[in-house]
């Protein structure tokens, strides 16, 4: 059981890497990203092929891997980021299926590895050094440290004039343009920045699972990542790291389920799926802000009785 | 603060999600219990060959608990049950959601909540080789359903495979297409996963191998509405013989569209593992005619064995025909678990591991020997030539 | 050739009415409805319900599902999208996402993964000019330009129409001028819904019914309409057009006479691999808007 939660709980900080990067883009800038989990699967992949293939060191390809999603997210938005919101989103969609149909049909080195095959016996890191029952506890230390890196990054972003920026630029570009700010150029940047950290989430899943395929990375996941955000209160860091709790936890407690109700698995199945889509549902009508929203932040003191 | 909408606030919710938590303790299910793990695709698009692995394995469990004599290779049988070692047998089957972010979840639960010593996988090598590395590394045994990667060679002395793995089709359909057909020029339609692909390359590499050349080689998705631009590629090179792999869903459409094109099934379609989809054809009696002509391998079991023994009861049990042969490979799984179990008598992963390759030997499988190698892998595979006719598979030789 | 054409025209009738239903609703309620694709999948069930399980020839069991798939559409509406207007479009569009799933559910519970067929529409293939084409791929192209007719004349020659245009464009100044936005909001719901159901029954008529064949045409029909512009639903029906046939034109198009005077290849087909079958109207899209911003109809509006 205790091997159950460490596993979850490092999906959980994985995952929660992703929500905080989507949360840089969305809840922040207001990018509409349907394609996020590009950034995932580039990351993943980017740093297996540098490990199997060209023989890096697992750190070094982590990095690679980041480095080379971000690059993706900055490629990507260049010439895209002057359309308007809706147009742009599908657009990120369209690319990221580009790019999984791509890995479905490339196959590296022999006509096993990649390709729908997927790359199987992927180096973990530090293997020697923490074997055996151990090594779950150091994934699930590594994977909680990258993720209170990332959250501390991004507050410190969203601190900064270039975070306040963004933030005006999700309620519209009509007044940071007015200001004479470059609009486009914040936008490439937070979806580099956003990019680079989901490509980090990625490369830390593919060498905790030693396997990818890219079946991890259908459209329904970009979603998934879309309900932690939301559900937690877009905008609030700390509310989208809440929000993937929430998620994974609905997704995996549901499953125990079937452990008090004694129904056929052709109907629990269905069930359960349905059971997922109400409650998700239900805390988007019955929760307007999320579950952690957003504070409101004054930057000066409001000062009574006239004057400016 | 907003005054929360209907009175439901952010703390209630979180009270919720926190008592779903404590229903996740409460892991004490039945106790004198034997139980097995299952993962399949109860939802999304794989669910078809899903819901017929589920189905399978659980006849097979069902009459292990009612009392069942096993039948083995050498005529004899083994009587089972009822349940195994005294205790009933329980299969607890996790939904992989078609996702394999769903099979890992699943699988660990199974071993790490339900404590299972077996686990029973499924038919896409994408979720069985990382479920497979998983409960490899932790001494737990899993049987897979119908996964076919040459990769699974590798995974571990604790996994076993029941299905022989790809290119053992290639020799006998490439066989029979040049000698039915006089086939030179190939055509290869598969789904775009590793069963499909490494159909793809056994058959081309066989042809090849034997002065023959793919001069098409499609691979699609699975579940899509139209096929009609992948049935084109194949069509318009001219091959003297299509092979073509699907399951039941995606059959019937391809089949369709393909006579809708105006392409020659009955003359020159050939269908490796032809049993994953004949019942779903069968079905609907203007595909059943489209089909009608189209030859193909089955794993062999001789005579109406798998008719009486699987095929049958399964439709008296759930009211409609298997789906494809996966269930049938899962009924086969579940039985060798059983067996080994029975042997060892123990549900100790280590004494169950060491017992299964005599259980696969001396088994008599529903889809063919069980027999497997130091690798836990099928030995060999025997297949039956057959072609489709009137709603069945029936015996063919080239030349009649 | 002719056979391609054939084809892209049959996926472009079923595409377009999906997507014409989809770009009213997403301009009119300023989100994208995941959830729409699966009325196709409602007209599809209840047409097979009604026809063999209630008895009914297929004419009358077609026309009552496509009533009861339109009425769903505003059932829907009332009971989430109605509680969440006030919100931002990303919540809705995640409320549409998760109510398709519980929606895709429902008929796999009740009528299983496998797939069904209808008893009729099986005929045999036409021959026309080497080509093939069957009666129900007429009927379905044929449909679906009556339905288009039809909807031009509502939109241009009706009161209810030329408001719904008038809601569609710029919801605030038609409010502003008298027009009942609530009202608009529920024709638009029938009208989408029930195209869409007309779209799942022709579909499942050319091909079949599964749980999963509303979400598997998902991105295709919100490619048209964002191609054609949001809220244009001619722009909608030249979207579904450009995807039908790029999915057709981009597998059926052989390079290898071109790769052979560069001499990359002997053979004497050439394709692009069938695995990029969706790549190919993803780049198409992604290349138009890069090119107009704006959608292909759109007006910039700067």
Redesign the interface.
């Known amino acids: 059981?205790?091997?159950?939660l460490i596993?979850l709980l490092t999906i959980i900080s994985i995952w929660g890497i992703l929500a905080l990067s989507l949360n840089i883009q969305?809840g922040i800038t207001g990018l509409?990203n349907l394609g996020h989990i590009a950034f995932f699967m580039i990351g993943g992949y980017v740093s297996t092929v540098l490990v199997i293939l060209l023989g890096w060191p697992i750190g070094l390809a982590m990095a690679g891997g980041t480095v080379a999603a971000g690059l993706y997210g900055i490629v990507l938005a260049l010439?895209?980021s002057?359309?308007?919101q809706?147009?742009w989103?599908?657009?990120t969609?369209?690319?990221a299926?580009?790019v999984r149909?791509f890995f479905?049909?490339t196959t590296f080195g022999d006509?096993?590895?990649g390709?729908?095959?997927?790359v199987?016996?992927i180096p973990q890191p530090l293997h020697d050094v923490f074997s055996g029952a151990a090594y779950p506890y150091f994934y699930l230390v590594l994977s909680a440290v990258c993720l209170l890196a990332c959250w501390a990054l991004a507050e410190w972003i969203t601190s900064t004039p270039y975070g306040r920026l963004l933030k005006a630029l999700r309620e519209g570009d009509e007044v940071p343009l007015a200001l004479g700010k470059q609009v486009r150029s914040a936008r490439i940047r937070a979806m580099g920045v956003g990019g680079a950290l989901a490509g980090l989430a990625g490369a830390l899943f593919v060498h905790f699972?030693?396997?990818v395929?890219p079946?991890?990375f259908?459209?329904?996941?970009t979603?998934l990542v879309?309900?932690m955000v939301?559900?937690g209160g877009?905008g609030s860091h700390r509310g989208v790291l809440v929000g993937t709790?929430?998620i994974q936890?609905?997704?995996?407690?549901?499953?125990?389920?079937?452990?008090?109700l004694p129904v056929d698995?052709?109907?629990?199945?269905?069930?359960?799926?349905?059971l997922?889509?109400?409650l998700?549902?239900s805390?988007?009508?019955?929760?307007?802000?999320g579950?952690?929203p957003e504070r409101k932040r004054l930057y000066s003191p409001v000062r009574r009785g006239g004057g400016t | 603060m907003k005054k929360p909408r209907f009175g439901i606030n952010r703390y209630s919710l979180l009270a919720t999600v926190g008592l779903a938590l404590a229903c996740v303790s409460s892991g004490a299910f039945a106790q004198d219990t034997i139980k097995i793990g299952q993962f399949t695709s109860l939802t999304g698009p794989s669910a078809v060959v899903g819901q017929d692995m589920q189905r399978g394995v659980k006849l097979a469990a069902d009459r292990i608990n009612d009392g069942y004599d096993v039948p083995m290779q050498d005529g004899s049988t083994v009587h089972l049950g009822p349940g195994l070692l005294g205790k009933k047998v329980q299969v607890i089957v996790e939904d992989a959601e078609s996702r394999p972010k769903g099979a890992m979840d699943a699988v660990r639960k199974l071993v790490n909540v339900d404590n299972v010593p077996v686990v029973l996988g499924e038919y896409s090598s994408g979720l069985t080789l990382p479920t497979g590395q998983f409960t490899n590394k932790n001494h737990i045994v899993q049987i897979s359903i119908g996964a076919n990667s040459p990769k699974l060679r590798d995974v571990g002395p604790y996994f076993f495979d029941m299905i022989g793995l790809n290119n053992l089709e290639g020799p006998p359909m490439v066989n029979l297409a040049m000698k039915a057909e006089n086939a030179k020029t190939f055509a290869t339609i598969v789904p775009n996963n590793p069963y499909g692909v490494g159909l793809e390359e056994g058959l081309c590499d066989t042809a090849e191998n034997n002065g023959g050349k793919c001069v098409a080689r499609v691979r699609y998705d699975n579940n899509q509405t139209d096929y009609r631009a992948q049935l084109r590629q194949i069509s318009r090179p001219k091959p003297d013989a299509v092979f073509f792999f699907a399951y039941g869903s995606d059959a019937t459409l391809l089949l369709r569209q393909a006579s809708e094109l105006g392409m020659d099934v009955s003359g020159k379609w050939f269908g490796p593992e032809m049993s994953n989809w004949v019942s779903e054809v069968s079905k609907n009696e203007n595909i059943s005619k489209i089909a009608d002509g189209v030859r193909g391998i089955v794993l062999s079991v001789g005579g109406d064995f798998y008719d009486k023994e699987y095929a049958q009861p399964f439709e008296k049990a759930f009211g409609e025909k298997p789906a494809s042969s996966f269930g049938a490979f899962g009924y086969d799984a579940m039985m060798v678990a059983a067996l080994a179990i029975h042997d060892a008598n123990s549900t100790d992963p280590e004494k169950i591991k060491d017992a299964i390759p005599a259980a696969a030997e001396k088994y008599k499988g529903l889809t063919g020997t069980k027999a497997v190698d130091k690798d836990g892998m099928q030995k060999n595979a025997d297949f039956d030539v057959k072609v489709y006719r009137d709603g069945a598979l029936h015996d063919y030789s080239p030349g009649s | 050739m002719l056979q391609i054409v054939f084809d892209s025209l049959t996926r472009a009738a079923e595409l377009s009415l999906m997507a014409v239903g989809l770009t009213m609703v997403y301009s009119l309620l300023r989100f994208p409805n995941f959830a729409h694709v699966e009325s196709a999948t409602i007209g599809a069930y209840a047409a097979l319900f009604f026809s063999t399980t209630l008895g009914l020839a297929f004419l009358p069991a077609a026309v009552l599902a496509i009533l009861l798939t339109a009425v769903l559409g505003v059932v829907f509406d009332k009971l989430v999208f109605g509680h969440l207007r006030d919100r931002s479009d990303i919540i809705l569009m995640i409320a549409s996402f998760a109510l398709g799933i519980g929606i895709r559910q429902v008929f796999l519970l009740f009528w299983g993964p496998r797939p069904h067929f209808f008893s009729v529409g099986w005929g045999s293939a036409l021959s026309i000019g080497g080509a093939h084409i069957t009666p129900v791929q007429i009927g379905v192209i044929v449909t679906a330009v009556v339905c288009m007719l039809l909807f031009h004349l509502l939109l241009n020659r009706t009161r209810m129409g030329i408001a719904m245009r008038a809601s569609a464009d710029n919801s605030v100044l038609a409010e502003a001028s008298g027009i009942r936005t609530e009202r608009i909001v529920t024709a638009v719901w029938l009208l989408g819904s029930g195209m869409a159901g007309v779209a799942g029954v022709l579909l499942a008529l050319d091909t079949q019914i599964q749980p999963n064949m509303g979400v598997a045409v998902i991105i295709p029909v919100f490619g048209a309409a964002i191609m054609g512009r949001i809220g244009n639903p001619y722009g909608a029906m030249a979207g579904a057009l450009i995807f039908g046939f790029a999915e057709n034109f981009g597998l059926g198009i052989n390079w290898a006479p071109l790769l052979q005077t560069v001499g990359l290849t002997s053979a004497d087909f050439a394709f692009i691999p069938a695995g990029y079958k969706e790549a190919v109207p993803f780049a198409v899209l992604i290349v138009v808007l890069i090119w107009r911003p704006q959608g292909l109809f759109g007006r910039v509006t700067r």
């Open positions: 059981m205790i091997q159950f596993y969305y509409v010439p895209t002057g359309l308007q809706d147009y989103a599908i657009c969609l369209a690319a299926e580009i149909m479905l049909n006509p096993y590895t390709g729908s095959f997927g199987s016996d699972n030693a396997f395929s079946n991890y259908l459209p329904i996941e979603f879309w309900a939301i559900v877009g709790v929430v936890t609905v997704f995996t407690s549901s499953r125990f389920l079937k452990g008090v698995p052709s109907t629990l199945g269905p069930a359960r799926m349905i997922i889509a109400v998700v549902i805390v988007l009508i019955f929760l307007p802000d579950v952690v």
